[in-house]
Protein backbone atom coordinates (compact mmCIF):
# COMPACT_ATOMS: atom_id res chain seq x y z
CA UNK A 1 0.00 0.00 0.00
CA UNK A 2 1.48 3.50 -0.44
CA UNK A 3 -0.18 6.23 1.34
CA UNK A 4 -0.27 10.08 -0.89
CA UNK A 5 -0.86 12.72 2.04
CA UNK A 6 -1.88 16.69 1.21
CA UNK A 7 -4.32 18.70 -0.21
CA UNK A 8 -7.52 18.13 -2.29
CA UNK A 9 -8.75 21.21 -4.30
CA UNK A 10 -10.97 22.61 -6.95
CA UNK A 11 -9.01 24.14 -10.10
CA UNK A 12 -11.03 26.76 -11.80
CA UNK A 13 -9.52 26.51 -15.36
CA UNK A 14 -10.16 28.52 -18.29
CA UNK A 15 -13.30 26.79 -20.69
CA UNK A 16 -11.12 25.09 -23.75
CA UNK A 17 -13.66 26.66 -26.34
CA UNK A 18 -12.18 29.86 -25.57
CA UNK A 19 -15.64 31.69 -24.57
CA UNK A 20 -15.55 34.76 -21.87
CA UNK A 21 -17.75 35.99 -20.07
CA UNK A 22 -19.94 39.07 -20.48
CA UNK A 23 -17.23 41.20 -18.65
CA UNK A 24 -14.71 40.01 -20.97
CA UNK A 25 -13.38 37.78 -18.47
CA UNK A 26 -12.40 33.83 -19.20
CA UNK A 27 -15.40 31.61 -18.59
CA UNK A 28 -13.93 29.27 -15.68
CA UNK A 29 -15.02 25.19 -15.09
CA UNK A 30 -14.04 23.63 -11.79
CA UNK A 31 -11.84 20.60 -12.29
CA UNK A 32 -10.95 18.50 -9.37
CA UNK A 33 -7.20 18.35 -8.27
CA UNK A 34 -4.80 19.22 -5.51
CA UNK A 35 -1.03 18.01 -6.16
CA UNK A 36 -1.09 15.18 -3.90
CA UNK A 37 -4.75 14.17 -4.96
CA UNK A 38 -3.69 14.08 -8.51
CA UNK A 39 -1.26 11.51 -7.40
CA UNK A 40 -3.42 9.43 -5.37
CA UNK A 41 -6.10 9.54 -8.55
CA UNK A 42 -2.70 8.35 -11.32
CA UNK A 43 -1.38 5.94 -9.04
CA UNK A 44 -4.73 4.17 -8.56
CA UNK A 45 -5.60 4.20 -12.08
CA UNK A 46 -2.25 2.81 -13.11
CA UNK A 47 -3.46 -0.02 -10.77
CA UNK A 48 -1.16 0.61 -7.31
CA UNK A 49 -2.95 -0.20 -4.07
CA UNK A 50 -3.24 3.66 -2.71
CA UNK A 51 -4.94 5.32 -0.04
CA UNK A 52 -5.25 8.93 0.38
CA UNK A 53 -4.37 11.11 3.65
CA UNK A 54 -5.89 13.89 3.63
CA UNK A 55 -9.36 16.38 4.98
CA UNK A 56 -11.94 16.65 2.32
CA UNK A 57 -15.19 19.22 2.73
CA UNK A 58 -18.83 17.85 3.10
CA UNK A 59 -20.16 20.74 0.36
CA UNK A 60 -20.33 19.58 -2.77
CA UNK A 61 -16.64 20.00 -4.18
CA UNK A 62 -15.58 17.87 -1.71
CA UNK A 63 -18.24 14.73 -2.05
CA UNK A 64 -16.93 15.18 -5.96
CA UNK A 65 -13.67 15.06 -4.71
CA UNK A 66 -13.93 11.97 -2.70
CA UNK A 67 -16.16 10.55 -5.64
CA UNK A 68 -13.27 10.49 -8.48
CA UNK A 69 -11.17 8.89 -5.49
CA UNK A 70 -13.31 6.09 -5.30
CA UNK A 71 -14.12 5.95 -8.94
CA UNK A 72 -10.19 6.33 -9.54
CA UNK A 73 -9.41 2.91 -6.98
CA UNK A 74 -8.33 4.65 -4.35
CA UNK A 75 -8.56 3.81 -0.45
CA UNK A 76 -10.48 6.46 1.45
CA UNK A 77 -10.30 4.67 5.22
CA UNK A 78 -7.71 7.58 6.17
CA UNK A 79 -9.81 10.65 4.25
CA UNK A 80 -10.89 12.64 7.15
CA UNK A 81 -14.39 14.77 5.93
CA UNK A 82 -14.90 18.64 7.26
CA UNK A 83 -17.67 21.23 7.50
CA UNK A 84 -14.87 23.82 6.34
CA UNK A 85 -14.75 24.80 2.65
CA UNK A 86 -13.06 23.01 -0.36
CA UNK A 87 -9.70 24.96 -1.15
CA UNK A 88 -9.93 26.95 -4.70
CA UNK A 89 -6.87 27.55 -7.42
CA UNK A 90 -8.12 30.02 -9.89
CA UNK A 91 -5.34 28.99 -13.19
CA UNK A 92 -4.27 30.92 -15.70
CA UNK A 93 -2.99 29.12 -19.01
CA UNK A 94 -0.02 30.90 -21.12
CA UNK A 95 0.23 30.07 -24.57
CA UNK A 96 2.27 26.78 -24.16
CA UNK A 97 -0.67 25.61 -21.64
CA UNK A 98 1.51 25.81 -19.02
CA UNK A 99 -0.22 26.90 -15.79
CA UNK A 100 -0.13 29.37 -12.97
CA UNK A 101 -2.07 29.88 -10.22
CA UNK A 102 -3.95 32.04 -7.47
CA UNK A 103 -5.38 30.17 -4.23
CA UNK A 104 -8.26 30.88 -1.44
CA UNK A 105 -7.36 29.02 1.12
CA UNK A 106 -8.40 30.77 4.06
CA UNK A 107 -10.04 28.41 6.60
CA UNK A 108 -10.48 25.67 4.04
CA UNK A 109 -10.99 21.72 5.13
CA UNK A 110 -7.68 20.37 3.68
CA UNK A 111 -4.91 22.66 6.06
CA UNK A 112 -7.14 21.39 8.58
CA UNK A 113 -5.68 17.49 8.59
CA UNK A 114 -4.77 15.90 11.70
CA UNK A 115 -1.64 13.22 12.08
CA UNK A 116 -3.52 9.69 12.03
CA UNK A 117 -1.34 8.10 14.38
CA UNK A 118 0.70 5.42 13.05
CA UNK A 119 -0.19 3.88 9.46
CA UNK A 120 -0.81 0.42 8.74
CA UNK A 121 1.41 -1.89 8.72
CA UNK A 122 0.63 -2.85 5.08
CA UNK A 123 2.28 0.71 3.97
CA UNK A 124 5.10 0.60 2.40
CA UNK A 125 5.66 3.97 0.98
CA UNK A 126 4.16 7.74 2.02
CA UNK A 127 3.95 10.46 -0.65
CA UNK A 128 3.65 14.17 0.68
CA UNK A 129 4.36 17.46 -0.91
CA UNK A 130 2.89 20.56 -2.41
CA UNK A 131 0.61 22.97 -0.18
CA UNK A 132 0.51 20.14 2.35
CA UNK A 133 4.12 20.69 3.70
CA UNK A 134 3.10 24.89 3.48
CA UNK A 135 -0.32 25.81 4.99
CA UNK A 136 -0.89 25.04 8.54
CA UNK A 137 -1.80 23.33 11.10
CA UNK A 138 -1.83 20.42 8.08
CA UNK A 139 2.03 21.36 7.27
CA UNK A 140 3.12 20.33 10.67
CA UNK A 141 0.39 17.28 11.04
CA UNK A 142 1.99 15.87 7.52
CA UNK A 143 5.96 16.61 8.88
CA UNK A 144 5.01 14.60 11.82
CA UNK A 145 3.98 11.96 9.50
CA UNK A 146 6.88 12.42 7.24
CA UNK A 147 9.31 11.85 10.17
CA UNK A 148 7.63 8.72 12.44
CA UNK A 149 7.44 6.98 8.86
CA UNK A 150 10.58 7.51 7.84
CA UNK A 151 12.20 6.17 11.42
CA UNK A 152 9.75 3.33 11.12
CA UNK A 153 11.37 2.63 7.87
CA UNK A 154 8.69 3.20 5.12
CA UNK A 155 10.25 4.27 1.78
CA UNK A 156 9.24 8.70 1.57
CA UNK A 157 8.47 10.41 -1.32
CA UNK A 158 8.58 14.24 -1.60
CA UNK A 159 7.57 16.52 -4.27
CA UNK A 160 7.77 20.44 -2.56
CA UNK A 161 5.94 21.53 -5.98
CA UNK A 162 6.37 25.05 -5.37
CA UNK A 163 3.61 27.34 -5.30
CA UNK A 164 5.46 30.84 -4.38
CA UNK A 165 2.56 33.38 -3.47
CA UNK A 166 1.62 30.94 -0.44
CA UNK A 167 5.00 30.62 0.92
CA UNK A 168 5.30 33.62 3.70
CA UNK A 169 8.86 32.97 5.03
CA UNK A 170 10.79 32.00 1.64
CA UNK A 171 14.30 31.29 3.72
CA UNK A 172 12.14 29.69 6.52
CA UNK A 173 10.69 27.12 4.20
CA UNK A 174 14.25 26.22 2.84
CA UNK A 175 15.28 25.86 5.67
CA UNK A 176 12.42 23.33 6.79
CA UNK A 177 12.83 21.72 3.24
CA UNK A 178 16.90 21.04 3.69
CA UNK A 179 15.61 19.19 7.19
CA UNK A 180 13.66 16.87 5.23
CA UNK A 181 15.80 15.51 2.97
CA UNK A 182 17.52 13.03 5.55
CA UNK A 183 14.37 11.34 5.74
CA UNK A 184 13.27 11.09 2.37
CA UNK A 185 13.74 8.41 0.11
CA UNK A 186 12.93 9.68 -3.46
CA UNK A 187 13.49 13.83 -3.83
CA UNK A 188 11.08 14.84 -7.39
CA UNK A 189 11.08 17.96 -8.53
CA UNK A 190 10.84 20.40 -11.34
CA UNK A 191 13.79 22.38 -12.16
CA UNK A 192 11.86 25.38 -11.58
CA UNK A 193 11.13 24.51 -8.39
CA UNK A 194 14.65 23.64 -8.11
CA UNK A 195 15.68 27.28 -8.89
CA UNK A 196 13.57 28.50 -6.48
CA UNK A 197 14.79 26.32 -3.72
CA UNK A 198 18.46 26.79 -3.96
CA UNK A 199 17.53 30.37 -4.69
CA UNK A 200 19.78 30.29 -7.67
CA UNK A 201 19.32 30.61 -11.52
CA UNK A 202 21.70 27.49 -11.87
CA UNK A 203 19.97 24.98 -9.84
CA UNK A 204 22.22 21.57 -10.26
CA UNK A 205 24.62 22.04 -8.08
CA UNK A 206 22.41 22.20 -5.28
CA UNK A 207 20.40 19.16 -6.79
CA UNK A 208 23.39 17.20 -6.69
CA UNK A 209 24.29 18.20 -3.23
CA UNK A 210 20.95 17.56 -2.16
CA UNK A 211 21.15 13.57 -3.81
CA UNK A 212 23.74 12.90 -1.08
CA UNK A 213 21.77 14.01 1.90
CA UNK A 214 19.85 10.89 1.85
CA UNK A 215 17.45 10.28 -0.78
CA UNK A 216 17.83 7.49 -3.41
CA UNK A 217 17.02 9.28 -6.41
CA UNK A 218 16.16 12.76 -7.06
CA UNK A 219 13.74 12.82 -10.05
CA UNK A 220 13.79 16.32 -12.08
CA UNK A 221 11.35 17.36 -14.65
CA UNK A 222 12.75 19.26 -17.53
CA UNK A 223 8.91 20.50 -19.16
CA UNK A 224 9.60 19.70 -23.26
CA UNK A 225 12.75 18.67 -22.20
CA UNK A 226 12.40 15.07 -20.58
CA UNK A 227 13.28 13.92 -17.39
CA UNK A 228 16.17 13.10 -15.39
CA UNK A 229 17.34 11.55 -12.53
CA UNK A 230 20.53 12.02 -10.16
CA UNK A 231 21.27 9.03 -8.35
CA UNK A 232 22.91 8.12 -4.87
CA UNK A 233 26.11 7.34 -6.89
CA UNK A 234 26.08 10.18 -8.59
CA UNK A 235 25.15 9.30 -11.75
CA UNK A 236 22.82 11.37 -14.55
CA UNK A 237 20.48 9.80 -16.00
CA UNK A 238 17.91 11.49 -19.03
CA UNK A 239 15.52 11.06 -21.39
CA UNK A 240 13.68 13.05 -24.01
CA UNK A 241 10.08 14.01 -23.41
CA UNK A 242 7.35 12.52 -25.49
CA UNK A 243 5.58 14.17 -28.39
CA UNK A 244 2.35 15.23 -28.00
CA UNK A 245 -0.25 18.05 -28.80
CA UNK A 246 -0.58 19.82 -25.66
CA UNK A 247 -3.55 21.09 -24.60
CA UNK A 248 -2.32 21.79 -20.80
CA UNK A 249 0.12 20.57 -18.37
CA UNK A 250 -2.17 20.66 -15.16
CA UNK A 251 -0.92 17.48 -13.39
CA UNK A 252 1.56 16.56 -15.71
CA UNK A 253 4.40 16.54 -12.96
CA UNK A 254 2.10 14.48 -10.40
CA UNK A 255 1.83 12.09 -13.22
CA UNK A 256 5.24 11.45 -13.42
CA UNK A 257 5.83 11.12 -9.45
CA UNK A 258 2.80 8.39 -9.57
CA UNK A 259 3.95 6.98 -12.54
CA UNK A 260 8.02 6.38 -10.87
CA UNK A 261 6.56 5.28 -8.06
CA UNK A 262 4.28 2.68 -9.69
CA UNK A 263 7.13 1.43 -11.76
CA UNK A 264 9.30 1.17 -8.46
CA UNK A 265 6.56 -1.08 -6.99
CA UNK A 266 6.04 -3.22 -9.92
CA UNK A 267 10.05 -3.41 -9.99
CA UNK A 268 10.35 -4.46 -6.66
CA UNK A 269 12.04 -1.25 -5.71
CA UNK A 270 10.14 0.71 -3.13
CA UNK A 271 12.57 1.22 -0.66
CA UNK A 272 15.01 3.49 -0.08
CA UNK A 273 17.68 0.83 -0.21
CA UNK A 274 16.33 -0.91 -3.31
CA UNK A 275 16.14 2.07 -4.95
CA UNK A 276 19.16 3.09 -4.13
CA UNK A 277 21.04 -0.16 -5.78
CA UNK A 278 18.77 0.67 -9.37
CA UNK A 279 21.24 0.70 -12.40
CA UNK A 280 21.31 3.62 -15.06
CA UNK A 281 19.34 1.38 -17.38
CA UNK A 282 16.40 0.65 -14.76
CA UNK A 283 15.67 4.06 -14.16
CA UNK A 284 16.10 4.81 -17.53
CA UNK A 285 12.93 2.62 -18.05
CA UNK A 286 11.39 4.51 -15.02
CA UNK A 287 11.63 8.03 -16.37
CA UNK A 288 10.48 6.53 -19.95
CA UNK A 289 7.64 4.78 -18.53
CA UNK A 290 6.58 8.17 -16.46
CA UNK A 291 7.07 10.79 -19.66
CA UNK A 292 4.89 8.44 -21.89
CA UNK A 293 2.22 8.81 -18.71
CA UNK A 294 2.50 12.37 -18.43
CA UNK A 295 2.39 12.97 -22.37
CA UNK A 296 -0.94 11.75 -22.17
CA UNK A 297 -2.20 13.59 -18.92
CA UNK A 298 -0.82 16.85 -21.31
CA UNK A 299 -3.20 15.81 -24.32
CA UNK A 300 -5.94 16.37 -22.65
CA UNK A 301 -7.54 19.23 -20.19
CA UNK A 302 -7.37 19.26 -16.62
CA UNK A 303 -5.09 16.70 -14.81
CA UNK A 304 -6.87 13.58 -16.28
CA UNK A 305 -3.84 11.22 -15.60
CA UNK A 306 -4.15 7.82 -17.76
CA UNK A 307 -5.70 3.97 -16.96
CA UNK A 308 -3.34 1.45 -16.99
CA UNK A 309 -4.56 -0.22 -20.26
CA UNK A 310 -3.88 3.33 -22.13
CA UNK A 311 -0.11 2.59 -21.84
CA UNK A 312 0.15 -0.41 -22.82
Known sequence: MI???GEALVDLVPSPSGESTVEGLPALLPRLGGGPYNVAVALGRLGARVSFLSRVSTDFFGDALAGRLGASRVDTSLLQRGAEPTTLAVVGLAEDGSARYSFHVEGTADRLVADPGPLPEEVRAVSLGTLGMVLEPGASAYEAVLRREAGRGRFTVLDPNIRAALITDPAG???????WL??????KLSVEDA?????AGDPWPALREWAGMGPAGVVVTLGGD???VLTASGGLVRVPGQRVEVVDTIGAGDTVHAAILHWLDTAGALSTESARELPDESWREALEFAARAAAITCSRAGAEPPWADELK
Not at 173 to 179: A, H, I, P, V
Open 3 to 5: VVG
Open 226 to 228: GLA
Open 182 to 187: PHIGLL
Open 195 to 199: AWLAD
Open 173 to 179: YRERFLG
